[in-house]
């Protein structure tokens, strides 16, 4: 994979890992940190040059997915922020 920006690139990650490892149960908060997430994501596929064929980075309301060739599985941890939540019963 190719990246136009390289320094933007390797900041987009580093932002992404740490609102990945963050754990607070404030909803307004974790609105928030989707949203950032969102545009995170989002600017990886314009800073980078996702080879043809392969699925693009995809935000899917919880966390931001690596681009990943055809016929992969995807994987990675559940992120603690988006459960990280009191019951509410």
Not at 1 to 26: D, Q, R
């Amino acid at each position: 994979m190719e990246f136009a920006n390289e320094t933007t690139v390797t900041l987009i990650f580093t932002k992404l890992n740490k609102l990945f490892t963050l754990h607070p149960a404030n909803a307004t908060i974790n609105k928030k940190r989707a949203l950032q997430f969102a545009r995170l994501c989002a600017a990886l596929n314009e800073f980078s040059t996702v080879p043809d064929g392969f699925c693009p980075f995809y935000f899917d309301q919880v966390s931001c997915w690596n681009a990943t060739p055809p016929q992969t599985t995807a994987r990675m941890r559940c992120v603690s922020w988006q459960f990280d939540r009191p019951n509410p019963g």
